[in-house]
């Protein structure tokens, strides 16, 4: 009997690991033809992710009788007018945000060297070693060539994002119709896939399909209003503190926090710097808001808009975003935090069925023992 039940729990971690291998062989040369298609592909992706992101509220407006094609121009009329506003009032806000950010770095310098003096001269006689002074001064002399870098290249790099969104225009312009027609046949098109897999596994087949699907709209949406909740606290809470480039620093958070917890991390290391050099009590304060707005992130915010079926662990989810931009660059990096949360699906789902299988081998040995 002890040795049925270790053979058991052999095949199970046998296969277990070989579902994780075939999963992983499978992702790796679908990127890679994915990689050869990048061109012609980055359309269709965006109309995808378009179609997740709408989808439930064209389904809400059709259950209100409005008609499908009706419903798809409403959500497009709002969203547009929402980008519109977002780029008229916000986006002007941010880069003069960015530039006044840029402009006051040297300043910023001068008073870290002013105070570093008065450190240096007021601690002088604790016998602080060469080697400390020696790294301490280099660390903020590359952390100031740095950032003088980056300030110079502002120019050039506002100058880069704006040709780059011309050159995309099409690109965009064909994703948003894509995505139209993508929304109005979604049941034909969905049908249709569902006809292509064999009789014999059709029904797992829907199942594994409908399952993939349910994760990775639930984690994108989900992710998206974390994200946006967690920007917004913070924000919020840095005009509430009087901290410069609160609203720049809130949309770096926000991005930042498609890695869960992160964002608010990152937050408080800007916002604490940016606030030290109006005093050491602000930085502080900064500090605190950020870990408070982290705390409500954890505590609130995810448990109730991530269910447990679309969570990923911090781990993996940094693993695909390296892997992501290894492989297809910035758009990898997009789409490999839903990918792995597919694959997740995908292995839970055959886990599932792997488990199902094998206890009803066991009720039906345990019925024929019974009738023996």
Same mark, same amino acid.
């Given at each position: 009997?002890?040795?049925?039940?270790?053979?058991?729990?052999?095949?199970?971690?046998?296969?277990?690991?070989?579902?994780?291998?075939?999963?992983?062989?499978?992702?790796? $040369?679908?990127?890679?033809?994915?990689?050869?298609?990048?061109?012609?592909? $980055?359309? %269709?992706?965006?109309?995808?992710?378009?179609?997740?992101? =709408?989808?439930?509220?064209?389904? =809400? #407006?059709?259950?209100?009788?409005?008609?499908?094609? &009706?419903?798809?121009?409403?959500?497009?009329?709002?969203? !547009?007018?929402?980008?519109?506003?977002?780029?008229?009032? +916000?986006?002007?806000?941010?880069?003069?945000?960015?530039?006044? !950010?840029?402009?006051?770095?040297?300043?910023?310098?001068?008073?870290?060297?002013?105070?570093?003096?008065?450190?240096?001269?007021?601690?002088?006689?604790?016998?602080?070693?060469?080697? =400390?002074?020696?790294?301490?001064?280099?660390?903020?002399?590359? &952390?100031?060539?740095?950032?003088?870098? =980056?300030?110079?290249?502002?120019?050039?790099?506002? %100058?880069?994002?704006?040709?780059? %969104? !011309?050159?995309?225009?099409?690109?965009?312009?064909?994703? +948003?119709? #894509?995505?139209f027609y993508l929304l109005k046949d979604?049941?034909?098109?969905?049908?249709?896939?569902?006809?292509?897999?064999?009789?014999?596994?059709?029904?797992?087949?829907? @199942?594994?399909?409908?399952?993939?699907?349910?994760?990775?709209?639930?984690?994108?949406?989900?992710?998206?209003?974390?994200?946006?909740?967690?920007?917004?606290?913070?924000?919020?809470?840095?005009?509430?503190?009087?901290?410069?480039? @609160?609203?720049?620093?809130?949309?770096?958070?926000?991005?930042?926090?498609?890695?869960?917890?992160?964002?608010?991390?990152?937050?408080?290391?800007?916002?604490?710097?940016?606030?030290? +050099?109006?005093?050491?009590?602000?930085?502080?304060?900064?500090?605190?808001?950020?870990?408070?707005?982290?705390?409500?992130?954890?505590?609130?915010?995810?448990?109730?808009?991530?269910?447990?079926?679309?969570?990923?662990?911090?781990? &993996?989810?940094?693993?695909?975003l390296l892997a992501g931009g290894l492989?297809?660059?910035?758009?990898?990096?997009?789409?490999?935090?839903?990918?792995?949360?597919?694959?997740?699906?995908?292995?839970?789902? !055959?886990?599932?069925?792997?488990?199902?299988?094998?206890?009803?081998?066991?009720?039906?040995?345990? #019925?024929?023992?019974?009738?023996?």
């Amino acid at each position: 009997m002890m040795e049925d039940r270790e053979e058991i729990k052999y095949r199970k971690f046998a296969y277990l690991v070989w579902s994780v291998l075939g999963v992983l062989i499978l992702a790796l $040369t679908f990127a890679y033809f994915l990689n050869l298609l990048k061109p012609i592909l $980055t359309p %269709f992706i965006l109309a995808v992710g378009l179609v997740y992101l =709408f989808r439930p509220v064209v389904i =809400f #407006l059709d259950k209100r009788g409005f008609h499908r094609i &009706l419903s798809i121009v409403i959500v497009y009329l709002v969203f !547009f007018i929402i980008l519109s506003l977002f780029f008229v009032y +916000f986006v002007p806000l941010i880069s003069r945000q960015l530039y006044e !950010f840029g402009r006051n770095i040297p300043e910023y310098f001068r008073r870290l060297s002013t105070e570093l003096g008065y450190l240096q001269s007021k601690y002088s006689r604790l016998g602080i070693p060469t080697w =400390f002074d020696q790294v301490s001064n280099q660390a903020v002399k590359n &952390l100031r060539n740095f950032l003088l870098r =980056f300030a110079s290249n502002l120019p050039s790099l506002g %100058f880069n994002v704006v040709s780059s %969104f !011309f050159t995309n225009v099409f690109y965009f312009v064909l994703s +948003f119709l #894509l995505g139209f027609y993508l929304l109005k046949d979604y049941e034909v098109i969905r049908e249709t896939v569902y006809e292509l897999i064999p009789l014999s596994y059709r029904s797992h087949g829907q @199942a594994l399909l409908s399952r993939v699907s349910k994760v990775v709209r639930g984690f994108v949406i989900g992710q998206a209003l974390v994200s946006f909740s967690v920007g917004i606290l913070c924000t919020l809470a840095l005009l509430i503190l009087g901290v410069d480039y @609160a609203l720049l620093i809130g949309l770096v958070v926000g991005v930042l926090n498609v890695i869960p917890y992160f964002g608010p991390l990152a937050g408080a290391v800007l916002a604490g710097l940016v606030a030290l +050099f109006e005093s050491p009590w602000l930085a502080l304060l900064a500090v605190l808001a950020m870990i408070i707005v982290q705390q409500i992130d954890s505590l609130f915010i995810s448990p109730n808009i991530m269910s447990y079926q679309v969570r990923l662990h911090p781990v &993996l989810i940094v693993f695909s975003l390296l892997a992501g931009g290894l492989i297809w660059g910035a758009m990898g990096m997009l789409l490999s935090i839903p990918a792995a949360a597919a694959l997740k699906a995908i292995v839970y789902y !055959f886990l599932e069925e792997r488990g199902s299988s094998e206890e009803k081998k066991g009720d039906e040995a345990k #019925l024929w023992k019974v009738k023996k």
